[in-house]
């Protein structure tokens, strides 16, 4: 208890029926996240000074701390019911509402906001968070720039308006933003760098991903305190009990990581191993989230649990694994490893790269890579397999339908990267329009993710000499059309520093073969690990400009493309092998199970 606190708690001692003292007495416990108690004094304060507005926010604020953002946007809404003219209050209404998932709404209140106070640079930036979640990335960046304009030291500001222009294939000023937030990342500042949209910044080294995860990891779960350490297992009447593991994703829907995990999960041996699913994932009715709930023994929804609610239930479960699927990404829950729930705590395949440290010790216990990636700087203890990605054993199928419906040419090479367009860069587009001047009757056939990316690459291969139609745009469409329209690709070029992951498997399923250079960071050496895996090393060139080489032999060699995808062919499914991939797995986690 802090004086304060004690002070506050004499006073009402002699004046139990003061508002502000509750109200007050409120506020230092909500600074010290200790919601319950926060909840109690604030229902106090409303007791003696009821539909007070204050009071209705500081309500909706503990909710929000615990996790209730529905009951924390029905305090707000009545906060503003007394007083319209709160500007703090149709923010943190907003921000709830982009939790619930109703961005337009939210963007409503982001602007009433800022009608109230211009000049509130964290609006401004979260504004701009709305605007993106509704794809409305050109007014996401403007108001990116707004917040950095009114506040330059407000560095998350600057880092989505980074990955946002990354996004829409805008390079102009990216150099000399990454290099204030390389700088800033140097600094013992409190200054926030989202650690995902870091991953992907050209020029970022592994050594300054894993301290940028460990910043955003003491920022967000340095106070919070981890519960008791479990008691080794025991055997029972001599027998050892299964071994409970827990997978814990915000994507166990349509989504590539379902095409990934889902029949590794269902391999589990499960005489020796019980498995839940901690979802935090709304149900979208896909077959995918069905066949994921028929994989695992256990299906939890955690999506109205409270990072601590999903500790204890865990704890109560005595899961023995944790396994972390989607880390530092988006509607990451990984602060639930902070507790310590379990008595091992894994980070895999959801974000490539270390979660860093937390107040001096790993957040999480082991990080699971291979060859090809274990020298990436990590925090957590390597664990090793002959390859980090696991795969389902088939992909979903449709009709490839013809080469001109796909809008390619009839006849003609045709290279292609479907990776987002945030991953592809400056200077890995300048290598892609070298090739496509020494390959005549080339086209380049990419994802066409937002209309400003399309419209900007467009530009950049005119500025570089390059025919507009040689760029073909592919369509979003379902994720078996999207595989089964890739038969029509003669070779992928790979994208750093954020390489092909789930993409670069799509590609090999279909008998693409795919050319990369294993970079230093974790993102820019996954296809280097997929090719290596397969024994398809010579595909992992020595630099850039070997692989614009080697794309333009490929090219110019029938025989030896017909060469090289006989052998993808031949090799492939050494990645779609997931029975096998669980037996390794499975074999992972005892070791890591026998150090405990």
């Known amino acids: ?303 109205s649990m409270s990072d601590a609610a999903v500790a204890e239930h865990m704890r109560s479960m005595q899961i023995d694994i944790l396994v972390d699927l989607t880390g530092y990404t988006q509607n990451s829950r990984s602060g639930i490893a902070a507790y310590r729930p379990a008595r091992r705590h894994i980070n895999w395949l959801g974000y490539p790269g270390s979660m860093g440290m937390l107040n001096g010790w790993p957040l999480f216990d082991a990080m699971i890579v291979d060859d090809s990636l274990q020298q990436v700087a990590m925090a957590e203890q390597p664990v090793l397999l002959p390859c980090y990605q696991p795969n389902n054993a088939q992909r979903p199928t449709a009709d490839a339908g013809t080469r001109m419906q796909h809008g390619l040419p009839e006849t003609g090479f045709v290279f292609c990267c479907f990776n987002q367009s945030f991953k592809i860069t400056a200077n890995v587009f300048a290598g892609w329009m070298r090739i496509l001047q020494q390959v005549p009757g080339s086209v380049i056939w990419l994802l066409q993710c937002n209309p400003w990316a399309t419209r900007q690459l467009q530009q950049q291969a005119q500025a570089a000499g390059v025919e507009v139609n040689r760029l073909v745009f592919a369509p979003r469409t379902s994720i078996g059309q999207h595989i089964a329209r890739q038969q029509h690709a003669d070779l992928m070029l790979d994208t750093t520093p954020y390489n092909a992951h789930t993409t670069a498997s799509d590609a090999l399923w279909q008998g693409v073969p795919l050319l990369t250079v294993a970079g230093e960071t974790f993102p820019a050496r996954v296809s280097a690990s997929l090719l290596n895996h397969v024994g398809l090393s010579a595909c992992v060139c020595a630099d850039w400009a070997a692989l614009e080489q080697r794309a333009i032999a490929l090219a110019n060699d029938a025989s030896a493309l017909a060469l090289l995808k006989s052998t993808l062919k031949n090799r492939a499914n050494k990645l779609f092998e997931p029975d096998v991939f669980c037996g390794q797995l499975e074999q992972a986690y005892r070791q890591l199970l026998s150090c405990v």
């Not at 002070?7 to 600074?31: F, I, M, N, S, V």
């Not at 500042?189 to 990891?217: D, V």
Request: glycine share 4%; charged share 15%.
């Open 1 to 303: 208890m802090t004086p304060a606190i004690e002070q506050l708690k004499q006073q009402l001692a002699r004046a139990p029926q003061d508002p502000e003292l509750h109200y007050e007495l409120g506020r230092h416990y909500l600074t010290l996240k200790q919601a319950e108690a926060a909840e109690q004094a604030f229902c106090q304060a409303l007791k003696w000074a009821p539909d007070h507005p204050q009071i209705l926010m500081q309500l909706g604020n503990t909710a929000s701390l615990r996790g209730d953002e529905s009951a924390a946007a029905a305090y707000f809404k009545q906060s503003l019911t007394q007083d319209r003219q709160q500007a703090d209050v149709h923010f943190n209404l907003a921000n709830s509402l982009r939790k619930l998932g109703e961005s337009d709404l939210a963007i409503e209140h982001y602007q009433q906001s800022l009608q109230l106070a211009p000049g509130d640079a964290e609006c401004h930036n979260n504004l701009g968070n709305a605007y993106r979640e509704q794809g409305q990335l050109d007014l996401a960046v403007a108001a990116y720039a707004q917040a950095i304009k009114l506040n330059p030291q407000l560095l998350h500001a600057k880092v989505h308006w980074i990955h946002q222009k990354q996004h829409m294939a805008d390079w102009q000023g990216l150099d000399a933003a990454i290099a204030d937030v390389r700088a800033a990342l140097k600094q013992p500042s409190q200054a926030q760098i989202p650690p995902f949209a870091f991953l992907a910044m050209p020029g970022t080294t592994s050594s300054e991903q894993l301290a940028c995860a460990s910043r955003w990891a003491q920022q967000h779960y340095g106070d919070i305190t981890p519960l008791p350490a479990l008691a080794p297992r025991q055997a029972t009447h001599g027998v050892i009990q299964r071994i409970k593991v827990a997978y814990l994703s915000s994507d166990f829907r349509q989504h590539p990581l379902a095409y990934l995990i889902t029949d590794v999960i269902a391999a589990h041996n499960h005489g020796q191993f019980a498995t839940w699913l901690y979802s935090n994932a709304r149900d979208d009715y896909s077959s995918e989230r069905q066949a994921l709930l028929a994989a695992a023994n256990h299906w939890v929804d955690i999506a």
